[in-house]
């Protein structure tokens, strides 16, 4: 109770991390308690009338196959979120590593690493996802998926946790810890890491998102795990059968709204650690 | 630029260039289970049908050249080749249609839409993400702050959606599907070129929203460290205007990175803007990939993913080479 | 001596900080004379670079001008239009920067740079004329004329500094204030740098405000000498009187704490702390640092007085 009051009172000075954790929270809630209310075997086509518009027994309406709208959502978002987090954890441990490497050793590990980064960012991620997820297609689940994603996920983590370990190196208290005959696992463990945690955050909160941005792109182009009832797949159904000049809003609208409110929350998280781990922006925002 | 540095940086696109040929060749190499191509090619002789020739010739085509009876290194090789003539060879599901000509076609309206899109939110963008860190600006400024970082952090394809729906089929202003009226016949009239604009109005403003956002907010946070250095405190006591000071010294500063940006970031743009095509139906690129994926036609998709990695490579190394121009202090590489 | 070209009266500057509000400038008096050197000093945080910005109106928020009259040649600068302002600088007022490390345009030649300031204040300026203007400013700072069409990464320090310098005198100013010009320069170039300024302020005949922590500098450059103290002026009078016999208890501990005039010496020695400006000490603000305080110094404020022929101080000690 006592850290719930302090995190409250940290929040106040802190609201975009407190309302983009609140927002995090209410989608997070949808996923886990909605089970409870619904029967999930209702995501499932011919589970009712198609393109119903929202009633009290289908308060989302239903599709053009006859799936319950509500029970998908309910079924999507820990999927999403699944991919997600799976995804930015693959791309933010490859990324720490890299990026120590990187930042501490520097030299030629630093120039290789780094060039190969900046290549890899102009290329068009979505792009090369779409020809792999073409190609394995048939197998695609969601943990496949979250590994397709995760393969592009890591170069951002890479370059900010590089430059971070750049300039902390060279503090003051890194050349303490060296004098005093740590180890350069000691230091890095003892000195650093710590140090980077808030960064860590915000780059592991940014991974989160691209990895979701790029896998509800991908499941909207038709790209995602066949069998299970995705954000993005709903999309695509949504947009193939043109929900959109048909008014049958209710079959877009869901699932544009969960997305918006997820990017949205995770990018306030990642706003607001960026504070945490830079006090200076505080002033400029 | 020196000529040793030029000719890396060449030698870097060339290199990027031959990984994403690479990859398409590997990538269906490695799916699970048979070849996808084979596969498709397969399915699509046992389905029979009024192209049935052609498909035969193609299966034919495709095991003469890639088949189990080459070697791998040979298959390769002639792959190589044909990408560097860019043949790409023929669309499954248009048959006989060559996946060039595909591109061709479609290619110009990918480029226009997004030329114009990308320069209008950079534009706009940036100079609104300037006016936003200058302490002289009117207060109006301040409170835009909230509504573009929202606008930054949603998808592109999603705001398409929505504008689909507010100004499609709520206020029916503009068009929401196609790249000109069914029906007109492309000409060089004027009427015919208001038409195409028209179409493009609601998939571009899709674009320039949500990246108006993205320029304003990484121009604002640059903008405020030049506010910082030393030289803006001079040039306002040397008694530079207002203005002087605001172009020449803060944005002219400020406007560096947001170049590095966009070179990092065309690949992300050219994704979304992908998604934004299928919505809108827009006759370019992305339509053509995304019928080329809900039909498996594995060469068109192939084909489009390498040519956009091409063209973000050309693009991306139009930046690098112009940029030293704008920065003295940068003789070639990105920092 | 001559006339009084700048004059401040009652000057405040305040900034406004999450702790409160934090007098950097507190009422301070003081004039300069047309054609003289004054040197001001004082320790970090004193309020030195907050007095000269104050004088340009360069304070920016949270800062700002709380009180004061500001006479440069009888206009009160305080109560000009911003636009009159602007007019002023440089044209009659000029800044002479800190470092200078940082203080030129990256992006522009310094001959667009020369070119921007003097159309600023004068746009019917022809282009030979300027031309011929910035050879003969780089020539009065001792730099080569093909200075003008390099980057400023491509100068050094010294360089860079004597192009401000130039920049400063460009549309021949009546007052120059120079922030530590030399700080972060190495000290054979400090010298030359200061021997530059000092060249130009007797051709141009200006009056030149030097702040700096360097004495020795000090000693060999300036006629009068100010000494600040938490936003307050403490000590004014003739450099050389101000050495021999400081009549200032902090003043007195400054010059004791100096190795010797003749080299470069920075001081540091003071006992004790600087005070926190948002809560300042009742009465002297210097009392708890002072050794020679007595009773009554925690509770009165001294205020500046003339205690001998142009020698200043505030101080219940006289
Ligand atoms: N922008 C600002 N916002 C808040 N406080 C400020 C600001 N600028 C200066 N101050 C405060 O005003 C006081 C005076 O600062 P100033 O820079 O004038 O000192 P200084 O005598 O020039 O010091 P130094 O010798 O280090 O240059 C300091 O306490 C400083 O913290
Ligand atoms: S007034 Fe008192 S405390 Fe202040 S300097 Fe003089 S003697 Fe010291
Ligand atoms: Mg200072």
């Given amino acids: ?285 | 630029m020196n000529v040793g540095a030029l000719a890396r940086r060449l030698g870097l696109f060339v290199v990027v260039i031959w990984a994403a040929a690479s990859f398409n060749f590997i990538v269906p190499r490695l799916a699970p289970g048979r070849d996808p191509i084979q596969q498709r090619l397969g399915q699509m002789a046992a389905q029979g049908g009024y192209q049935q020739q052609g498909i035969d010739a193609m299966v034919k085509a495709y095991q003469a050249r890639f088949g189990l009876d080459q070697p791998l290194w040979k298959q390769y090789l002639s792959y190589l080749g044909d990408i560097a003539r860019l043949d790409f060879g023929t669309s499954i599901a248009l048959f006989p249609t060559k996946v060039s000509d595909l591109i061709i076609h479609a290619l110009p309206w990918t480029i226009g839409l997004l030329l114009m899109s990308t320069l209008l939110a950079f534009t706009i963008g940036t100079l609104l993400g300037a006016l936003m860190a200058w302490p002289r600006s009117p207060r109006l400024f301040q409170y835009l702050v909230a509504p573009l970082m929202t606008l930054s952090a949603v998808p592109y394809y999603l705001l398409g959606l929505i504008l689909v729906y507010v100004f499609g089929v709520i206020v029916k202003v503009f068009p929401i599907s196609g790249g000109y009226s069914t029906g007109a016949v492309p000409n060089l009239s004027m009427a015919f070129a208001w038409d195409i604009v028209k179409h493009s109005i609601l998939p571009a403003l899709s674009i320039v929203l949500a990246g108006v956002g993205f320029w304003a907010m990484g121009m604002r946070a640059m903008m405020v460290t030049v506010e910082g250095e030393g030289y803006m405190l001079l040039a306002d006591a040397h008694g530079l205007k207002p203005r002087t000071i605001f172009f020449q010294y803060g944005m002219r500063n400020a406007i560096l990175p947001q170049f590095t940006a966009l070179a990092l970031s065309l690949g992300y743009i050219v994704s979304g803007s992908i998604l934004v095509e299928v919505i809108f139906t827009y006759p370019g690129i992305g339509s053509v990939l995304y019928r080329a994926i809900s039909g498996a036609d594995f060469f068109v998709i192939y084909g489009v993913v390498f040519m956009i990695v091409v063209a973000i490579g050309l693009a991306t190394l139009l930046i690098d080479l112009v940029y030293p121009l704008l920065d003295p202090r940068i003789t070639y590489e990105r920092t | ?318």
């Fill in chain 3, 1 to 318: 001596m001559s006339e009084e070209i700048l004059q401040v009266h009652n000057l405040r500057v305040e900034y406004y900080t999450s702790k409160g509000t934090l007098p950097a400038v507190n009422n301070v008096d003081f004039s300069l004379r047309a054609g003289e050197r004054f040197g001001l000093v004082g320790e970090s945080g004193s309020g030195k670079s907050t007095l000269i910005l104050a004088i340009l109106r360069l304070i920016q928020l949270p800062g700002r001008i709380a009180a004061g009259e500001i006479l440069l040649d009888g206009v009160d600068l305080a109560k000009l239009s911003l636009d009159e302002m602007r007019r002023k600088r440089l044209a009659e007022i000029a800044l002479i920067p800190q470092g200078a490390m940082d203080s030129l345009n990256p992006v522009v030649r310094i001959r667009d740079q020369f070119k921007l300031i003097m159309r600023a204040h004068d746009d019917s300026l022809s282009k030979a004329a300027i031309t011929e203007r910035i050879a003969e400013l780089l020539k009065w700072v001792g730099l080569d004329n093909h200075v003008a069409d390099l980057y400023p990464h491509e100068l050094s320090g010294g360089m860079k500094q004597r192009v401000c310098i130039a920049m400063a005198i460009a549309l021949r100013p009546k007052v120059i204030l120079a922030d530590e010009p030399t700080s972060a320069l190495d000290v054979i170039v400090q010298r030359r740098v200061m021997e530059t300024l000092a060249n130009v302020q007797e051709r141009l005949g200006a009056t030149v405000l030097l702040v700096g922590h360097d004495m020795g500098l000090m000693a060999q450059f300036v006629d009068r000498l100010g000494v600040m103290y938490g936003g307050k002026l403490v000590e004014v009078g003739p450099v050389r009187e101000l050495f021999k016999d400081p009549l200032h208890p902090y003043t007195q501990l400054l010059i004791q704490s100096l190795p010797s005039l003749e080299i470069q010496s920075e001081f540091q020695g003071v006992p004790g702390l600087p005070f926190s400006l948002t809560d300042p000490p009742s009465g002297c603000q210097f009392h708890p640092r002072c050794p020679r305080k007595m009773d009554h110094c925690s509770v009165l404020a001294p205020q500046l007085q003339e205690v001998r022929p142009g020698h200043w101080v505030s101080c219940h000690l006289y």
């Fill in chain 1, 1 to 285: 109770m006592a850290s719930l009051s302090a995190f409250w009172r940290y929040g106040r000075r802190n609201p975009k991390l407190l309302g983009g954790l609140l927002l995090i929270l209410v989608i997070v809630l949808i996923g886990l308690v909605g089970r409870f209310f619904v029967n999930l075997d209702d995501a499932r086509p011919i589970s009712a009338m198609p393109e119903m518009s929202p009633t009290w027994e289908h308060p989302f309406g239903t599709d053009g196959v006859g799936r319950d709208l509500f029970t998908v959502m309910v079924a999507a978002i820990p999927l999403a979120l699944e991919v997600g987090l799976l995804a930015g954890a693959v791309g933010l441990g490859i990324g720490t590593i890299l990026g120590f490497i990187a930042g501490y050793k520097g030299g030629m590990a630093d120039n290789i690493i780094r060039g190969v980064v900046d290549t890899l960012l102009t290329v068009p991620g979505l792009v090369v996802l779409i020809t792999i997820t073409a190609s394995i297609k048939s197998v695609l689940s969601v943990e496949v998926m979250a590994l397709v994603v995760a393969s592009l996920a890591w170069m951002w983590p890479t370059r900010t946790i590089r430059s971070q370990v750049l300039t902390m190196r060279e503090r003051a208290y890194v050349k303490m810890a060296k004098l005093n005959g740590l180890s350069t696992m000691e230091i890095i463990w003892q000195e650093l890491l710590p140090n980077l945690l808030p960064y860590l955050g915000a780059s592991y909160v940014g991974a989160v998102s691209s990895a979701i941005l790029a896998s509800i792109g991908l499941e909207a182009l038709g790209l995602g795990p066949q069998n299970e009832p995705t954000i993005g797949m709903t999309i695509y159904w949504a947009i193939a059968n043109t929900s959109l000049i048909r008014g049958i809003w209710w079959w877009w609208l869901p699932p544009i709204l969960f997305v918006i409110m997820l990017f949205i929350g995770l990018f306030m998280i990642s706003a607001g650690l960026d504070e945490v781990a830079n006090p200076r922006l505080r002033r400029t925002v």
